[in-house]
């Protein structure tokens, strides 16, 4: 089992940044690790991911703007989100891959306002 607790959420102004952390705990042999967001009405997006590898993936609309990073030290993985926008407003969901199965945290809100 792993359980993931995520935070860093909040309000922040366009053109401005955030940056969500995601902890992992339990048994652990993640692979990938990365973020969803669920806007409000609409499904869950991916919005990237790195591998054990260090590979990074992110969707077209956030790139040069969002950066993933991971501490294998800490089991945590980082969304730096910089430049945001509104639409960028969004439940931020961490998920990891262990073992073949796929675990969620439970969601931060982030909310830019125009």
């Known amino acids: 089992q792993v359980q993931l607790v995520e935070s860093g959420g909040g309000l922040v102004q366009a053109g401005g940044s955030l940056r969500l952390s995601c902890a992992a705990f339990?048994?652990?042999?993640?692979?990938?690790i990365g973020w969803y967001r669920q806007a409000p009405g609409k499904q869950r997006d991916l919005v990237a991911f790195?591998?054990?590898?260090?590979?990074?993936n992110y969707v077209d609309s956030v790139k040069g703007r969002f950066t993933i990073s991971r501490d294998n030290a800490k089991n945590t993985v980082y969304l730096q989100m910089n430049s945001l926008i509104p639409e960028d407003t969004a439940v931020y969901y961490c998920?990891?891959?262990?073992?073949?199965?796929?675990?969620w945290g439970q969601g931060t809100q982030v909310t830019v306002s125009s």
């Open positions: 998920y990891a891959m262990n073992w073949g199965t796929r675990y």
């Open positions: 790195i591998t054990s590898a260090d590979v990074t």
């Open positions: 339990g048994s652990i042999n993640i692979n990938t």
